[in-house]
């Protein structure tokens, strides 16, 4: 009975703090049939298992291709082109970014509007009677006023009226000079009105005369207002020839191109082409022997610069 109690002694001290023993309602000379301890504790076990994080890589078979090969930025072969290291100044040029502003096509068109001029001077309607009995004249006007070009008509004028710029004596318009379009009606009761329309000038001209593609440029644009520069205008000269050669390398490329200039005096004449054939031929990175360069003496109001190619 001792050992019993004894052993039951010893439960109880090796059991917890917060444990509680109830007490047996056995008399002291019988054996306890039960012993009930309880924890007051409330902590039970869990078995859950936290949810498994594991990051995976959708691209990780094919993630190295997709990185950039560094060797090959190391390439400075000699005959490498590059637009940032040969032509620095180019990625600011205005041309760049908006390279509209200098280029130019290879068919002049000219749009005239007859009709609305007509209606700014007479906005009141004209019955189809009336209307029979307008007359109409459009002059294009050179800077001496003579008439380069004439068109006429009875009736309403016509909406639009399109000219490629050349005359009926095979006259083509000269880059860089004004041209003044002038519009004369007259209306059913006899009175006339005269409206001067918008100047027409061109920095360049391209037509076809004959065989050859004629490329028609503005002295001053290219060599300066007097024209009488020996290097080309850096800002709007350069551009009008990239431009130029831009068409050149869109439509006819390795075709021959001679390159003619009209100057003062026939030495700057030639310096001015040499300037040109130059130029050209690094942009269209051809043989010198391709481009051809010659110079001509002429007044003030002839000079310009003619770059003819042969097309046909």
Do not use: C
């Not at 906005?123 to 006007?141: D, M, N």
């Not at 318009?173 to 000038?201: C, M, Q, W």
């Amino acid at each position: 009975m001792a050992n019993i109690i004894l052993s039951l002694l010893l439960a109880g001290a090796a059991a917890p703090l917060s444990a509680q023993v109830e007490e047996s309602t056995a008399a002291y000379n019988e054996v306890p049939e039960e012993v009930v301890i309880k924890s007051s504790s409330e902590d039970k076990l869990r078995t859950e298992r936290p949810p498994l994080r594991i990051r995976t890589d959708d691209f990780e078979t094919i993630r190295k291709s997709l990185e950039p090969d560094k060797d090959l930025f190391l390439f400075e072969g000699g005959d490498f082109l590059s637009l940032s290291r040969n032509y620095p100044e180019r990625l600011f040029s205005t041309r760049m970014v908006q390279p509209w502003r200098s280029g130019f096509s290879d068919k002049t068109m000219i749009t005239f509007y007859p009709a609305r001029k007509f209606s700014e001077v007479f906005p009141r309607p004209f019955a189809k009677k009336e209307a029979k009995e307008v007359q109409w004249t459009l002059s294009i006007t050179d800077e001496e006023g003579k008439t380069f070009h004439k068109y006429s008509g009875s009736g309403l004028p016509p909406e639009t009226i399109s000219w490629t710029g050349e005359n009926e004596r095979k006259e083509w318009l000269k880059a860089g000079h004004n041209y003044a379009p002038v519009y004369v009606f007259v209306d059913d009761r006899g009175s006339p009105k005269t409206v001067i329309g918008e100047i027409i000038k061109f920095t360049a001209i391209v037509f076809q005369k004959g065989g050859n593609l004629h490329i028609s440029l503005d002295s001053a644009a290219v060599f300066g207002p007097a024209k009488a520069l020996r290097a080309i205008d850096k800002k709007q000269g350069e551009d009008l020839l990239a431009a130029t050669a831009d068409l050149i390398k869109r439509r006819y490329y390795n075709l021959p191109v001679k390159v003619g200039v009209y100057a003062q005096t026939r030495e700057l004449a030639s310096a001015q082409a040499n300037q040109i054939k130059a130029f050209l031929a690094g942009l269209l990175m051809t043989d010198e022997s391709v481009i051809t360069a010659e110079g001509v003496d002429e007044s003030f109001a002839q000079q310009r610069i003619d770059i003819v190619l042969l097309n046909k």
